[in-house]
């Protein structure tokens, strides 16, 4: 039987993920901040499957060192010299302070969440009163002699610790003196003579402080007299990150070979009463440098130059053989860097300093090969796939988002600063910048053309949408969609319907709102289910809205109706199959087939998959991943054990 489809792997898009610079963890909203060597921020949320809910574009120069979360604000510090809060609902910088200090190294803050701290070239530990709508110069602390590397608060709030070069230092906050210093030993041999880097510290409520450092030891103090209790070498290289957990009874040491060290305070035997930090486990789940670390309350959380943000749940604190205990490894963004335009054969790819059009290649598409060929079988190419366009972004801002229409007739992008749109011509290769755009339309967080790309979608602030009109050489200000919610989220998905009827949108508050186009007026809102939807799709023929959420739940709503279908009430009583909701990546794209309405085909970045809602949903003890089992089956069986979930993973290969 002859394959139902021609699969194109596409490997000429050269994604290049950036290594991890930092990383903070909120322990009261369970998210994640981490920060890229671009300058980028992306925001996780972890009480909701890791699912990366939000991305700040970088820019260039703006090298992020440390981040810091206040309440909900979230701060950073870098090598500029700058401090930055970042506006989470408009996905961009919101001010900017110069600590003048140079660069900044560190940045920390009480756990009243009154103070900020970062620590500088000049040898000095700058204090900031946080303020509402933003932070205040207070005074400087004692200045010292070399840069601050690390601080860390005590839970107090009266005491700081100062890492430093070959020392320790202890702050009163109040009188900003230093009352301690704790030398801290070189390496042996050849290190001898190399300053040692205090790359890590942590302060404990009993006044422990433990430090990490560059001649790779974990070392143990007593902040009270100075002195030093105990000393872990834990790697021939650095400790490059130190983190506690929250009720102080486990730290995690992470180092340039890539490991991560745990270690327990406990009593050392069985006999013995008194409790000290014991090694107990190393984890080695990175290539690279392990530069930044989060314990949070079940899991070690690691990131480095190799680009992957690692989940190690702790098994003691999880249950075993769940879900909750597999190891995760976030390696891609999740959401869409490319875009196709299905009429022309044009793919775009999105990088953060340009954009790449391609037009795709094409296959001997012989009769005969197609008619003998088996599934799986490599069709040969006749046309090899072609780069048409390289455009490189104006200003310092990082692409945060872009768009291709369907007939390959127009391409936009924007930054946070603005939008820019140009008419292509894809036969005789040229592009022309359409220099005058509504003023209404100044940055958008996602963007799509309508299927005729006669109109552009741009979502903008609190989730609301601007539509543009095209025509030949110029676009033309229609109308802003609003939602009812009064949500001030930003819209992470957007989908146009293929019969020009729709546009639904969906926000980081998990709300999806649908628009009917020819009133441009809000048609219906989906009811609220607590995952983030992390794909959307419409199906053309019967105007059903198929949707994906962060735990892997699939829903369908009927837009017709206002209502959910009886598929979708059929799938929720009988529930998803164990193996559909295992999987650990979210699906980001869902598309329908024009020659079978009853089948949806939507991916993750490991499996696509067919539903085909006219076949029975899988039962708990079917075999999920049949496809290979089918086909070597008889007709009448290949019936009998057939269901809806169709997966290939082949593609790969």
């Not at 005729?452 to 030949?472: E, G, M, R, T």
Request: charged share 20%.
């Amino acid at each position: 039987k002859m394959g139902e489809f021609k699969v194109h792997r596409v490997r000429f898009f050269d994604y290049m993920p950036s290594a991890i610079r930092a990383m903070a963890f909120n322990t009261r909203t369970e998210r994640l901040a981490l920060a890229r060597a671009d300058g980028a921020l992306e925001i996780f949320n972890f009480a909701d499957h890791y699912f990366q809910e939000k991305v700040i574009p970088g820019q260039d120069g703006r090298a992020v060192e440390a981040l810091c979360w206040v309440g909900q604000r979230l701060f950073s510090a870098g090598l500029n010299g700058l401090i930055t809060e970042y506006d989470l609902e408009n996905l961009r910088p919101r001010y900017t302070v110069e600590a003048y200090g140079g660069p900044i190294w560190t940045i920390s803050c009480n756990s009243q969440g009154t103070l900020l701290t970062v620590g500088c070239e000049d040898g000095t530990v700058k204090m900031f009163e946080i303020l509402e709508e933003r932070i205040q110069f207070q005074r400087n602390l004692d200045r010292q002699k070399g840069r601050i590397i690390s601080l860390s608060w005590h839970p107090s709030g009266k005491l700081i610790a100062a890492g430093m070069m070959d020392m320790i230092r202890i702050f009163d906050a109040e009188t900003g003196h230093a009352t301690h210093r704790l030398l801290v030993e070189r390496g042996v041999g050849a290190s001898k003579n190399k300053e040692v880097v205090v790359w890590s510290i942590a302060f404990l409520s009993d006044r422990t402080i433990i430090s990490g450092d560059s001649a790779g030891k974990v070392q143990i103090w007593d902040g009270l007299t100075g002195t030093l209790v105990r000393t872990h070498l834990v790697t021939k290289w650095d400790v490059l990150a130190l983190s506690v957990s929250q009720d102080e009874s486990s730290l995690v040491a992470g180092t340039s070979e890539g490991t991560v060290v745990q270690f327990q305070f406990m009593p050392s035997s069985v006999d013995q009463q008194d409790k000290e930090w014991v090694r107990t486990r190393t984890f080695k789940n990175h290539s690279h440098d392990v530069r930044v670390l989060a314990h949070t309350e079940t899991a070690v959380v690691s990131g480095g130059m190799d680009t992957q943000l690692v989940v190690r749940p702790l098994l003691d604190k999880v249950e075993k053989n769940t879900k909750e205990s597999a190891l995760h490894k976030i390696a891609f963004p999740h959401r869409s860097l490319v875009c196709c335009a299905k009429k022309a054969g044009l793919l775009l790819f999105q990088f953060p300093d340009h954009l790449e059009l391609w037009r795709v290649g094409e296959s001997d598409g012989h009769v005969y090969t197609v008619l003998t060929g088996k599934p799986g079988d490599s069709l040969r190419v006749k046309r090899k796939p072609e780069k048409l366009i390289q455009l490189k972004r104006k200003g310092d801002d990082h692409i945060c988002c872009s768009a291709l229409s369907p007939c390959g007739g127009w391409l936009a992008y924007s930054t946070v600063s603005s939008v820019r749109l140009y008419r292509l011509q894809y036969n005789n290769i040229s592009i022309t910048k359409v220099s005058k755009l509504p003023k209404d339309l100044s940055s958008a967080h996602q963007l799509c053309f309508s299927s005729d790309s006669s109109k552009l979608f741009a979502s903008s602030s609190h989730s609301s949408v601007i539509v543009v009109a095209l025509n030949q050489l110029e676009c033309k200000y229609l109308h802003t969609l609003k939602p009812k919610s009064g949500s001030r989220q930003p819209v992470h998905l957007l989908f146009a319907s293929e019969d020009g009827n729709w546009l639904a949108t969906a926000n980081t508050d998990c709300e999806i709102h649908v628009y009917n186009l020819h009133k441009l007026k809000l048609h219906c809102t989906v009811p609220v289910y607590g995952s983030c939807p992390t794909a959307i799709g419409i199906n053309p023929t019967t105007s059903n809205l198929v949707v994906v959420h962060a735990d892997q739940q699939i829903l369908e709503y009927s837009l017709v109706q206002k209502e959910y279908t009886e598929w979708s009430r059929t799938l929720q009583k009988q529930g998803l199959h164990s193996l559909w909701l295992e999987r650990d990546t979210p699906v980001t794209h869902i598309i329908f087939s024009p020659k079978n309405p009853a089948h949806i085909i939507l991916h993750d970045m490991f499996m696509f998959c067919i539903i085909d809602q006219s076949l029975p949903l899988p039962e708990a003890k079917a075999l999920l991943y049949n496809q290979m089992t089918l086909r070597s089956l008889p007709e009448p069986e290949r019936i009998r054990h057939s269901h809806a979930f169709k997966i290939c993973k082949n593609f790969q290969v």
